[in-house]
């Protein structure tokens, strides 16, 4: 399979006054062509300073420290400021929890739209305006040619939301970030707008990159899942391998603590007890001892390597250790 990215090692970090934040320490994970992936964990986790470092936006005093992010053969790490630009809202796109902040006040959707697709891409104003309404038309957005002249607050969260997705869609990006893209909805809109990113990514063959605190989310639109804890990757696998045979504790956490709805009677969610750690002085263990009900000597002294569970589904976890007692993971409250 075609990887459009490969990410080696990545290590990010914030030079504070106080210190060193390691806000993301060694990850290193892929996504194929046309394939979305998610990228799972409580705010801290890392996820949002990862994809920040593959999109290259990182803000002050962030830094890459180490590492590789290969987009489509070349390392992106080495790119300068000039060359990013290039790929960053065209070859890589980007969406974030709030569209109202990306979206700018005093134009209208449409001429954001239209800028988006003009700055990139040679076409003619009056072609730009034709995509621009296909592009709204494609994310539902009932009666394009005339919405297309209404500003961002004539628009609902979930149509500003739609118009986001349309504006980063509109160059067809090899890569699409989705950042919390529906933690701001309701459910019934973040269900519509998960289903039209599924449709999107099909019709245009664009990848994707989920990034998400909510587990319930990815489930229907990742084929692969990546947990993250503690600036690190905890586990790795195909959706249906993290869903059915999770390894790691804090897969089983966050599984736990999904808001479960349709199920007649509102089940009772269980939050993770307890706060990540802090990432001026990382735990030399497993980053998630101090939370962990399983935890054993070794988890607070040595960090555990990865275990692969199958082919493609890897934890890091001393329970995975050939030696270590057997446990039993559970899944259910
Ligand atoms: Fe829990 Fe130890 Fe596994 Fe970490 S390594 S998740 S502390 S059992
Ligand atoms: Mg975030």
């Not at 970090?13 to 062509?33: C, D, I, M, P």
């Not at 990006?173 to 809109?189: G, K, Q, S, W, Y």
Request: charged letters at 25%; glycine letters at 8%.
């Amino acid at each position: 399979e075609e990887k459009i990215l490969q990410v080696n090692n990545l290590s990010t970090s914030f030079y504070t006054h106080l210190g060193e934040v390691q806000a993301v320490r060694g990850v290193s994970f892929h996504v194929n062509k046309g394939e979305a992936i998610g990228i799972v964990g409580e705010s801290g986790s890392g996820k949002s300073v990862t994809s920040m470092s593959v999109m290259k936006l990182l803000q002050f005093p962030g830094k890459i420290k180490n590492g590789e992010v290969i987009f489509k053969g070349k390392d992106l790490v080495k790119f300068n400021k000039k060359d990013m630009l290039k790929i960053r809202g065209n070859e890589i796109a980007m969406i974030f929890q709030d569209p109202m902040t990306s979206l700018n006040p005093v134009y209208t959707i449409g001429n954001q739209i239209i800028e988006a697709i003009t700055r990139h891409q040679k076409m003619s104003k009056s072609e730009a305006k034709k995509k621009a309404i296909k592009m709204l038309k494609l994310v539902g957005i009932p009666s394009p040619e005339k919405r297309i002249n209404n500003y961002p607050h004539e628009f609902s969260g979930g149509m500003r939301q739609r118009a986001m997705i349309a504006i980063a869609l509109s160059c067809e990006p090899d890569l699409l970030i989705a950042d919390e893209p529906t933690t701001a909805l309701d459910v019934t809109i973040q269900a519509q707008i998960l289903e039209i990113m599924k449709e999107l990514k099909n019709k245009i063959n664009t990848s994707i990159i989920l990034i998400t605190h909510d587990l319930g989310v990815v489930a229907d639109v990742c084929s692969r899942i990546v947990v993250m804890y503690g600036g690190l990757i905890m586990e790795e696998g195909s959706s249906k391998e993290i869903f059915y045979n999770p390894k790691h504790p804090y897969t089983v956490g966050l599984l736990k603590s999904i808001p479960k709805i349709n199920v007649g009677v509102r089940k009772r969610l269980v939050p993770i007890d307890g706060t990540p750690p802090d990432l001026l002085k990382p735990p030399t263990g497993c980053p998630f001892a101090a939370r962990c009900d399983h935890a054993m000597n070794i988890c607070m002294s040595e960090r555990p390597e990865f275990y692969e569970v199958s082919e493609g589904h890897r934890a890091m976890c001393w329970l995975l250790d050939p030696e270590a007692p057997p446990q039993e993971l559970k899944t259910e409250a």
